[in-house]
């Protein structure tokens, strides 16, 4: 394992992930997991409807933002790849077509590119992606008694990006429009 890590160290990888309080996602309002899970609503109607029982939809659209804004060339496109599975990828991918379509709402999506869903036996990218977030989970939640390989991989991953972003309760209240934003604006829905 930690020649596998340090061999994704080595790439000088942009890494892009986060974390997400299930538990409060849990205790937010069906219509508010809707819409931190891509629901939208149009004259009081839901018209796309989101995914309230699945908190992987709001994380599937940081990430996607997430790598977008770490494109540092602005002609450049990003194309993605997720691991192939028959229970996330369809809404996945409607949400992602529909974000792609925003583009000229919001300008940042129009640098998204296409998306694929493929084997992770096909995609060593896959792989490598899967062990980053395995060695996420172990760093946040077990801290000292992480293993010592990867604990150190973490730590220089850390010092060279962000801290992994995490939905907490007061982040997602503060999405949804029941908290002030850090500049006292609130969102409203």
């Not at 020649?3 to 992930?17: C, D, E, T, Y």
């Not at 899967?130 to 060695?135: I, P, R, V």
């Not at 150190?152 to 503060?174: A, G, I, Y």
């Amino acid at each position: 394992m930690a020649s596998r890590l340090h061999a994704i160290k080595s790439a000088h990888l942009n890494v892009v992930g986060a974390m997400i309080d299930v538990r409060a996602f849990r205790l937010l309002t069906h219509d508010e997991r809707r819409q931190l899970t891509g629901g939208h609503r149009l004259y009081g109607k839901w018209n796309f409807s989101g995914a309230p029982t699945k908190p992987y939809y709001l994380v599937f659209q940081h990430l996607v933002i997430q790598a977008i804004e770490n494109i540092h060339n602005l002609s450049w496109k990003a194309d993605f790849v997720f691991d192939q599975q028959n229970q996330l990828a369809p809404l996945a991918a409607r949400l992602y077509s529909r974000m792609k379509a925003s583009g000229t709402e919001y300008p940042v999506f129009s640098r998204m590119g296409d998306v694929i869903f493929s084997s992770r036996l096909e995609r060593p990218g896959l792989q490598a992606a899967d062990l980053l977030a395995h060695c996420w989970y172990q760093y946040v939640f077990h801290g000292k008694q992480t293993k010592p390989e990867i604990r150190r991989v973490m730590n220089s991953l850390t010092q060279r990006s962000d801290e992994m972003p995490f939905f907490s309760r007061e982040t997602m209240f503060k999405l949804v429009g029941r908290l002030p934003l850090t500049d006292g604006r609130v969102l409203t829905h």
